[in-house]
C-alpha cells in the first residue's frame, strides 16, 4: 500500500472515529432520553442543534468523501478491514474522555484487532 492510500484509508477511519465520539458527547449533553410520540419533537430539536451530533454528522460526510477517494485507490478487500482501528481508537478515546471501562478483555479483543490489521496490510 502506497503512503497515501495509507493516509487516506487512515483519515477516512479517524474520521468515522471522531463521528462516533462527538455523536456520543452530544447524546451526553442531551441526556437518556425515551422514544415516544410526545418527546420526538422536542428531543429531535435538542439533538438536531446539539454542536457536537452537528460535528459528528459533519464528520461522517467529510469521511464518506475521503472513503470514496480511498476505494478508487485501493482493492475494498484491503481497505475495508482496516475500519477496524476505529475500534481501537474509539476503546481508547471513550475510556479516557467518558470514563468508559476497558477491561482486560477489551485489550485482548484489541490486540487481536490490531494483529489482524497488521496482517491485512501486510498482504
Known amino acids: 500500500m502506497k503512503p497515501l492510500e495509507f493516509v487516506l484509508i487512515l483519515t477516512g477511519v479517524l474520521l ?3 463521528a462516533q465520539l462527538l455523536l456520543k458527547s452530544g447524546t451526553r449533553a442531551v441526556g437518556h ?3 415516544s410520540w ?3 419533537i422536542p428531543v429531535g430539536w435538542q439533538l438536531a442543534t446539539q454542536p457536537q451530533i452537528i460535528g ?3 464528520c461522517y460526510v467529510v469521511s464518506v468523501v475521503v472513503w470514496i477517494l480511498a476505494l478508487s485507490r485501493v482493492e475494498v478487500s484491503l481497505a475495508y478491514p482496516m475500519l477496524s482501528i476505529g475500534y481501537v481508537v474509539n476503546a481508547l478515546l471513550a475510556w479516557w474522555l467518558f470514563g468508559e471501562a476497558v477491561t482486560a478483555e477489551r485489550l485482548a479483543g484489541i490486540a487481536v484487532i490490531i ?3 497488521a496482517l491485512v496490510a501486510r498482504s
Do not use: R, T
Open 56 to 58: 459528528g454528522l459533519a
Open 115 to 117: 494483529v489482524g490489521v
Open 33 to 35: 432520553f425515551e422514544f
Open 38 to 40: 410526545a418527546n420526538i
Open 16 to 18: 468515522n472515529a471522531g
